[in-house]
């Protein structure tokens, strides 16, 4: 069974930078589509950033574009969020994804958060003004 476990999360001032890491157990992540989602109290988990199982195709939010960027590196199982430039709007629980559907090969659809059939447990990211 797949399991992904994120970390990298934690305390950073407006400005400065984290990166997460969402290491993924299995034989099948390679062949997956990776994502980040972040979610605050009240409010949906949205999509942050995608990369499909062919690394050079990405997508990412409007608000994260040209901070993070998103990679992946099969042979250690992992998929990684740099976060630069990070504004307290950025403070989240980020969580890493994946997927397996057709559908998930778009840029188009890449956001879609019921297309992922796996989630990790999430981790803090808070950036203070």
């Known amino acids: 069974q797949v399991q992904l476990d994120e970390s990298g999360g934690g305390l950073v001032q407006a400005g400065g930078s984290l990166r997460l890491s969402c290491a993924a157990s299995g034989s099948t992540f390679s062949y997956a589509t990776m994502s980040w989602f972040r979610q605050v109290p009240g409010k949906e988990r949205e999509f942050v950033a995608a990369i499909s199982w062919r690394p050079s195709i990405t997508a990412y939010a409007d608000s994260v574009k040209g901070r993070f960027t998103i990679s992946r590196d099969n042979t250690k199982n992992t998929v990684y969020l740099q976060m630069n430039s990070l504004k307290p709007e950025d403070s989240a629980v980020y969580y890493c994804?994946?997927?397996?559907?057709?559908?998930?090969?778009?840029?188009?659809?890449?956001?879609?958060?019921?297309?992922?059939?796996?989630w990790g447990q999430g981790t803090q990211v808070t950036v203070s003004s």
């Open positions: 994804a994946a997927g397996w559907r057709g559908s998930l090969s778009s840029t188009q659809t890449m956001g879609d958060r019921g297309a992922y059939d796996l």
